[in-house]
C-alpha cells in the first residue's frame, strides 16, 4: 500500500513535469551514455556507514545538462526499471509488483527535486556563475528524497525520523561528492558528449572498492562464523569433560544474554557476553577431577589451583586468537568482584568489563537455583535476597537489579523439597555467591 502510493506519487510528478515543463535540445550521444552509465552506476552498491549507496550522480548531474530537465525524471525511472524488467540484466528471478514499485517510488522521487528547481529557474546547461541555482537544486534533491524516505519508513514500519537521518547523513555527503565531480563534467560537455566517458573510472573504481569491500565483509563473516563454531566444540568438550559444569555453562550463557539485551548492550559486546558466558568455566577442563568434583570443602591448597581456572580459560582462548581473544578477557574476569575482593586481578567497579560482571551474577544466579550433590538448591526468592545483600560489594546493582527483572515473571524452582537457606551450604569456600 505504501510503496503504492508512492511510486503513484512519483510517476505523476515525473509525467507532470514531463508534459508541462519547456522543451529542450536532447544531445544524442550525450543522452545515450548519460542513460547507460546510470543503469551502470545503479548496480553498483558500496556500504556508507550501516546503509548502501550507488555512484549515480556522476550520472545524474551530468544527465541535467544533456537532456532535458523536465524529462529527467521519467529517464531515471525508465533507468531503474530497466534491470528489473530486462532478464538479461536481472540477477534473480521476475521481479514481484513490491520491488518494482519500490524502484518507483524509493529510488527514483530524488530527481523530482532538482529538475524541478531548473526548470522553475529557466536553466538548461551550467556555468559556473549559475553555482547557486545548482546548489539550490542538490538541496532540493536531498529534500525531496528525505521527504519520501521519511514518508515511507513512518507509514511501512513505523521507523523514527531520528533513526533515518543517523543513515541518510552519510548517504547524503557521498552524494555531495560525487555532485563535484558531476559538475566538473557539466562545465565542459555541451558540445562535447564524448565527456562523459571521464566518469567511467571513476564508477569502475568504486566498483572494484565494493567488490573488495564485499569481499572482507563475507571472509569476515566466514571468521567470526569460525569462532562461533569453535566456542560451541569448547562448550561441547566442557560437557563432555565434567557434565554439570557444561549444562550450568549453557545456563548462564542464555540467562547472560537476555540480561545483556535488557541492558541494551552493542552486538559485539552481546557476542561476548554470551560465549563469555558459555566458556567462563573452561579453564576447569585443566582442574583435577578430584577437586572439581570434591563433595567437602576446599583445602587453601586446593583453592589456589580452583582459582587458577580463569586464567587458564582464557591462555586457551588466546591461543585461538580472533574473536574469542577478547572473550578470554571476560572469562579472566567473571570472578572479580564490583568492591575490588574478587580474582585474578582485584578489579572493581567499572573496571570489570561489562560483560564480565553480567555473567558473574549469571553465574551466581545459576549456582544457587541449582542442586548439587553437597547442597540442594536455593528458591528463587533465597537467591533473589542474596543477590540483593551482595549487590554492590560482590555484584554490580545495575546488573543485579536487570537480572531480577528478568527472571521476575519466567522462574520456576528447578529442584523438588526444601530449599536450603544460604548459610547452610556445606561448601565452605571463601565468601562467594555461586562459586561454580
Known amino acids: 500500500m505504501t510503496e503504492g502510493l508512492a511510486a503513484a506519487i512519483v510517476v505523476l510528478a515525473a509525467v507532470g513535469l514531463g508534459a508541462f515543463g519547456p522543451p529542450g535540445h536532447v544531445s ?32 545524474f548531474v551530468p544527465m541535467l545538462v544533456v537532456i532535458p530537465p523536465a524529462l529527467v525524471p521519467l529517464v531515471v525511472i525508465g533507468c531503474r526499471l530497466v534491470p528489473l524488467l530486462i532478464p538479461g540484466l536481472r540477477t534473480g528471478g521476475r521481479p514481484s509488483a513490491a520491488a518494482v514499485l519500490s524502484r518507483v517510488g524509493g529510488d527514483c522521487a530524488y530527481a523530482l527535486g532538482p529538475a524541478a528547481v531548473l526548470v522553475l529557474a529557466g536553466v538548461h546547461g551550467f556555468t559556473w556563475s549559475q553555482w547557486p541555482i545548482y546548489t539550490l537544486a542538490l538541496a532540493a534533491q536531498f529534500g525531496v528524497d528525505l521527504l519520501f524516505g521519511l514518508g515511507r519508513s513512518w507509514f511501512a514500519d513505523r521507523t523514527r525520523p531520528g533513526d533515518l537521518l543517523s543513515v541518510v547523513a552519510w548517504l547524503y555527503l557521498v552524494d555531495v561528492a560525487l555532485s563535484c565531480i558531476g559538475l566538473f563534467v557539466d562545465a565542459s560537455v555541451r558540445g562535447r558528449p564524448l565527456l562523459l566517458l571521464l566518469v567511467v573510472p571513476i ?44 549444562m550450568h555453562s549453557r545456563e548462564v550463557a542464555e540467562l547472560a544474554l537476555s540480561v545483556a539485551v535488557r541492558l541494551e548492550l552493542d552486538p559485539l559486546a552481546l557476542f561476548n557476553v554470551r560465549y563469555g558466558a558459555l566458556l567462563h568455566d573452561v579453564g576447569k577442563i585443566t582442574v583435577p577431577k578430584a ?19 580463569t586464567v587458564r580459560g582464557q591462555e586457551m582462548l588466546d591461543r585461538v586468537g580472533g574473536s574469542l581473544a577478547a572473550v578470554g578477557r571476560i572469562v579472566r574476569h567473571s570472578h572479580e568482584h564490583f568492591d575490588g575482593s574478587g580474582y585474578p586481578d582485584g578489579l572493581c567497579g567499572e573496571a570489570i568489563p561489562i560483560e564480565a560482571r553480567i555473567v558473574a551474577v549469571a553465574d551466581a544466579w545459576s549456582a544457587m537455583t541449582s542442586s548439587r550433590p553437597y547442597r540442594r538448591a536455593l528458591s528463587a526468592e533465597v537467591a533473589a535476597d542474596e543477590l540483593k545483600r551482595c549487590a554492590g560489594s560482590q555484584f554490580d546493582p545495575t546488573v543485579v537489579t536487570a537480572l531480577l527483572t528478568e527472571v521476575a515473571p519466567v522462574y520456576a524452582p528447578r529442584s523438588e523439597g526444601r530449599a536450603a537457606s544460604a548459610g547452610a551450604d556445606p561448601f565452605k569456600g571463601p565468601p562467594e555467591l555461586g562459586l561454580s
Open 28 to 59: 544524442p550521444v550525450g543522452g545515450a551514455l548519460a542513460v547507460t552509465l546510470y543503469i551502470i552506476a545503479a548496480q553498483i552498491n558500496f556500504p556508507v556507514g550501516v546503509a548502501l549507496t550507488a555512484p549515480t550522480q556522476l550520472a
Open 291 to 309: 577437586i572439581l568434583q570434591k563433595v567437602g570443602k576446599l583445602t587453601p591448597e586446593e583453592w589456589v589451583i580452583m582459582r587458577e581456572h
Open 203 to 246: 564508477i569502475g573504481l568504486l566498483a572494484l572498492f565494493a567488490r573488495e569491500r564485499r569481499q572482507r565483509v563475507e571472509g569476515s563473516l566466514t571468521l567470526s562464523s569460525t569462532y562461533r563454531e569453535t566456542a560451541e566444540l569448547l562448550g561441547d568438550v566442557l560437557e563432555d569433560d565434567d557434565a554439570y559444569t557444561g
